[in-house]
C-alpha cells in the first residue's frame, strides 16, 4: 500500500512535531517524518515529541527513535505509550521475561528466530511488556550467546538451505526498504571512515570472497564430500565472525552477502558503512530481474550503473 501522507498527523489534523538531537539518527528518520506530514524542531519545544534512541540515556517521557519506524512499517500512527522509554534508555528486562523468550523460541528455526514475523506475532501475542525489536535483540544479544553452539558443517545442505530461506526475503523485499537498511547500517559507534581508512581495517583474511570462485570451483576443485564440506565450514565460520563483530543477526548478515555477490571484503565494508567498498551501489531484487531479461540496452544501463566487472561477478554469483 502507498505510504501515508497524514500519518503524523494528530486527530484534529495538526502535524505532530518531534524533536531529535543531530546525529545519525535524525538523519535516517528525518525523511520518514517529512514524508508522513510531521515536522522535525531545531530545539526542544513544549509539546514536541522527544525521541530517543533504545540504549542511550534518556529523560522520563522520551519515546523510542522505533516508534516512527514502526509507524512507517504498519503505515498507521500509533499510540505512543508502548514506546515511551525509562531514564536508562529501556525498560529492563525481567527473569521472568527472559525466561518467557526462552519458551517461546524453543525449538524455532535459525532463519525464523533471526527475521522479524515471530516477534511481531510475539508482540502481539502480549509475551513481555517490550517491543518486538526490544525482544530480538534481547534475545540474538543476551540470552542466545549463553546456548549458542556452533552450526553443524558436515551437511552443505544445511548452509544452502539458509541461503535459500535469506533470498527468498531478499527477492521479497521492495527495492525502498534496502535505501532504511542502509541507513540504519551507516556507522559503528557513530564514527563515519572514508573508503580509504576503513578497508585496510576490515581484511579479515587472505581470501578476497567467502564463495570461492564457482569457475574455479567446478574446473579444479574435485568434488567430494570433504571439499564441500571445507567451503561450506569456511562460509560458516565467516558468517559467525561478522555476527560477531557487527552484532547483527544471521538473516542480516546472510542478505549483506546477497547484496554484495557473496564478495566478503565488500559484505564487511556494507555491514560497517551502509554502502559499497568500490562506491557503486549494493544490488537489488530490481536489479537482478532486469540483469535476467536478454537485452543489449538493459544490460548496457546495468553496466553504467554498477561497472561491467561488477555485472559479470554478479552473473557468475546468480548462477551459483
Keep these: 500500500a502507498a505510504r501515508s501522507r497524514s500519518l503524523f498527523l494528530w486527530d484534529d489534523g495538526r502535524p505532530m512535531r518531534f524533536y531529535l538531537r543531530p546525529g545519525l539518527a535524525k538523519l535516517r528518520l528525518a525523511p520518514l517524518v517529512l514524508a508522513g506530514g510531521g515536522r522535525l524542531c531545531r530545539v526542544q519545544e513544549p509539546g514536541a515529541v522527544l525521541l530517543a534512541q533504545p540504549g542511550e540515556a534518556a529523560p522520563d517521557g522520551a519515546v523510542s527513535t522505533e516508534y516512527v519506524t514502526e509507524c512507517v512499517e504498519r503505515n498507521q500512527r500509533l499510540p505512543l505509550e508502548p514506546f515511551l522509554l525509562a531514564a536508562r534508555g529501556r525498560l529492563a528486562f525481567t527473569e521472568a ?7 517461546a523460541v524453543r525449538g524455532q528455526g535459525t532463519v525464523r528466530v533471526s527475521g522479524r514475523a515471530l516477534w511481531i506475532e510475539l508482540e502481539r501475542s502480549g509475551l513481555t511488556r517490550h517491543s518486538w525489536q526490544a525482544m530480538r535483540d534481547r534475545y540474538l544479544r543476551h540470552l542466545r550467546p549463553r546456548l549458542w553452539e556452533p552450526p553443524q558443517t558436515e551437511d552443505p545442505a544445511q548452509i544452502r538451505g539458509l541461503f535459500a530461506a535469506a533470498n527468498r526475503e531478499f527477492e521479497s523485499t521492495e527495492s525502498e526498504s534496502d535505501s532504511s537498511d542502509v541507513a540504519e547500517l551507516s556507522t559503528r559507534d557513530g564514527v563515519e571512515r572514508s573508503p580509504g581508512e576503513t578497508a585496510s581495517d576490515l581484511k579479515t583474511g587472505p581470501e578476497d570472497s567467502a564463495f570461492p570462485d564457482t569457475e574455479l570451483q567446478r574446473q579444479e576443485r574435485p568434488k ?8 561450506v565450514g569456511q562460509v560458516v565460520k565467516t558468517m559467525e565472525h561478522f555476527m560477531e563483530k557487527f552484532a547483527v543477526d544471521l538473516l542480516t548478515v546472510t542478505q549483506a552477502f546477497l547484496k554484495n555477490s557473496g564478495d566478503m571484503e565488500a559484505t564487511s565494508y556494507f555491514l560497517q558503512t551502509g554502502q559499497r567498498l568500490d562506491g557503486y551501489p549494493v544490488w537489488s531484487r530490481e536489479d537482478d530481474l532486469e540483469l535476467q531479461k536478454d537485452d543489449e540496452h538493459v544490460r548496457n544501463k546495468l553496466i553504467a550503473k554498477f561497472g561491467a566487472e561488477n555485472v559479470a561477478k554478479r552473473i557468475v554469483f546468480r548462477e551459483s
Excluded: F
Excluded at 521475561?97 to 519458551?103: M, T, V
Design 97 to 103: 521475561e527472559d525466561a518467557a523468550l526462552l519458551q
Design 224 to 231: 567430494s564430500p570433504c571439499s564441500s564440506s571445507s567451503v
